[in-house]
């Protein structure tokens, strides 16, 4: 990798990197005998500002985490109850998820236990087997909220999920407030690309949190 330039412009050299791989793999003795390929066709260089590179890693943190909140924290701990995470550590995805998908805790909570209740029969929310795999991949989010806006499936379901002020208040009656903040968040620390990075948030969430952890 070739030093930043004054406008912080760095090159990245990708043959220069994989032979660098290849060394440290025949210098390991866990390998024995392994024949590889030293011999690379010609490859681009890639070249981006620092400012670039800070974007790209922002936005997969906060992927990150938002599949985190959802693993974690409405799946293991709010649906399952397997785990039981720190207070502090659950009003934070809580939060998050409010603040990046306008996703509210009970009805998340009441969907996927509806789900495990008529597992892969009529009336599962989400059933690969009952919608077909791809519906409930590209339209996970859909799916998910006919059965989040029926208030008789959240009043079942969502027994022991946060019923506090915050809930009642704030994250229940607002959720499109959260979202529209994260976009002028956005766009105030990023600018323009705070557009792209919103929009990345956005079309992820549905196919991995609705789509794939949820069916």
Not at 33 to 57: G, H, N, Y
Not at 133 to 159: H, Q
Not at 174 to 190: D, W
Not at 191 to 201: K, L, S, Y
Request: aromatic share 8%.
């Amino acid at each position: 990798t070739l030093p930043a330039t004054r406008d912080g412009e760095a090159e990245i050299d990708l043959g220069e990197r994989m032979a660098e791989a290849i060394k440290m793999v025949r210098r390991g003795p866990q390998f024995g005998d392994v024949e590889v390929v030293t011999q690379f066709q010609p490859m681009p260089c890639l070249r981006a500002r620092r400012a670039e590179i800070d974007q790209v890693l922002v936005t997969l943190i906060m992927l990150q985490i938002s599949m985190m909140a959802t693993t974690l924290y409405l799946h293991r701990d709010q649906a399952h109850r397997a785990i039981d995470l720190n207070p502090v550590l659950r009003h934070f995805f809580r939060f998050w998820m409010w603040l990046t998908s306008g996703m509210v805790t009970r009805e998340w909570a009441a969907v996927h236990r509806k789900h495990h209740a008529l597992c892969e029969k009529p009336g599962d929310p989400h059933s690969p087997v009952v919608f077909g795999l791809k519906k409930v991949l590209l339209e996970g989010a859909e799916l998910y909220r006919v059965d989040a806006r029926n208030p008789e499936v959240v009043a079942k379901y969502s027994r022991g999920t946060p019923d506090d002020w915050m809930e009642r208040k704030v994250y229940l009656p607002h959720t499109t407030l959260g979202i529209y903040s994260l976009l002028v968040l956005n766009v105030l620390l990023f600018g323009v690309i705070g557009i792209t990075i919103f929009a990345f948030q956005m079309a992820a969430m549905p196919i991995f949190s609705a789509g794939i952890i949820n069916g």
